[in-house]
């Protein structure tokens, strides 16, 4: 298969990855999907969910989003095309049936959305983006086009940024072997506390590669980065470094991991 057309195998994604890697286990373990990540709590709020709309949760994962989506009072749908995935959202969805509360899960693609034109409030794709190869990426973006209402809109959340692995991460790596912790410091960022990260991130964005591909896909984004608490007790010197890294331009362009965007069709 040419690099082009290459996909990551869907076998990759059993229960043991979303039970173990795929960001926000965790929470969802400790809670039963009743409470979100950090991360996932902040890309959920940007949603700005009313009761009575329709939501697309595009690779769906665990469920746990779906289920505060219908909490909202909205009518949730979400697809995945890994089967652990769509095991899981199922059951993580049992539990709200006594409420009365009913969200739909199918195995599906998200290149090829089975469902009509314009009929979504939202779009919200959380840790999907880098999963997708360039050519992928397009084509769910051009699905998540079609698929929303006028005024619909798309939410995503994507991580690592990309130029924190390529520019930021070896100067990382670097300070933390001058400071004699290199060993928890694998060369390839990817490796760094989830090593199936290697074989699964196919696809970083930066700010500015995201917002391109938004535009190419006919949207009006908005992008931004943002980065978890830096809240590390380590001396004043790491506290004014990691000060000037997260909160001066170019320097937070490079150090801030993740990446947020809301998007309006064009």
Known sequence: ???????????????????????GYEEFLRSDGGHLSRRLASAFALAELKPGMKVLDVGCGRGEILRHCLLKGTRAIGIDYARAAVRLSRATLDSLAEEGLQGDVAQADAR???????????VLMFDIVEHLYPWELDMALAEARRVLKPDG??????????????????????VRTLMGQ?????????????????????????????????????????????????DRDEGVI???LRHVA???????????REVFAVAAKR
């Open 112 to 122: 090829h959305m089975p469902f009509a034109d314009g009929v979504f409030d939202r």
């Open 182 to 230: 290199g060993a928890n410091y694998p060369r390839d960022p990817r490796e760094f506390g989830v090593p199936i990260n290697r074989h699964v991130h196919v696809n970083e964005q930066s700010l500015l590669s995201l917002y391109r591909v938004l535009r190419r896909a006919g949207f009006r984004p908005k992008v931004w980065l943002d980065s978890p608490p830096q």
């Open 238 to 240: 790491m506290a004014i």
């Open 246 to 256: 997260f909160k001066w331009p170019p320097f937070r362009w490079f150090f801030e």
């Open 1 to 23: 298969m040419s690099q082009q057309r290459r996909s990551v195998p869907a076998d990759l994604y059993d229960e043991e990855y979303f039970l173990s890697a795929c960001e």
């Open 153 to 174: 809109r798309l939410i995503i959340h994507t991580a690592p940024n990309r130029w924190y692995n390529q520019y930021a991460y070896p100067v990382v790596r670097l």
